[in-house]
């Protein structure tokens, strides 16, 4: 059975940080593109970042560039968030792909279909 497990959400201030982790299991980690979506409340699913296997570059989304950074290994997901912002506010969802969508420029929004394996999400909330 395929697993990503979230970890890490909870309530900051803005200027804050955070720490996302995600353990994957059930599929073969190394052979996905793994990543971070998120949805705010009343709005729709937007790509935060991928990581493509192999290389392991990452590709953020243009709203988090310089203040998120990530990073895979052990088949593990990490999403460091930093000057954390209000508009930050949603359930981050870890995701596996064999080809993650296109992140740079922004918002990326994608059916649900589009992405293999969707954890189950962590709540993140930035107060103002």
């Known amino acids: 059975e395929v697993q990503l497990q979230a970890s890490g959400g909870g309530l900051v201030q803005a200027g804050g940080s955070l720490r996302l982790s995600c353990a994957a299991s059930?599929?073969?980690?190394?052979?996905?593109?793994i990543g971070w979506f998120r949805q705010a409340p009343g709005s729709e699913r937007e790509g935060v970042l991928c990581?493509?296997?192999?290389?392991?570059s990452v590709h953020y989304t243009d709203s988090v560039k310089g203040r998120f950074t990530a990073s895979r290994d052990n088949n593990t997901l990490y999403l460091q968030m930093n000057s954390l912002k209000p508009e930050d506010t949603a359930v981050y969802f870890c995701?596996?792909?064999?080809?993650?969508?296109?992140?740079?420029?922004?918002?990326?929004?994608?059916?649900?279909?589009?992405?293999?394996?969707w954890g189950r999400g962590t709540l993140v909330t930035v107060s103002s």
């Open positions: 059930g599929f073969n980690f190394d052979d996905y593109d």
């Open positions: 990581i493509t296997k192999g290389d392991n």
């Open positions: 995701v596996a792909d064999p080809v993650c969508p296109q992140m740079e420029g922004g918002p990326v929004r994608v059916g649900i279909r589009r992405i293999r394996h």
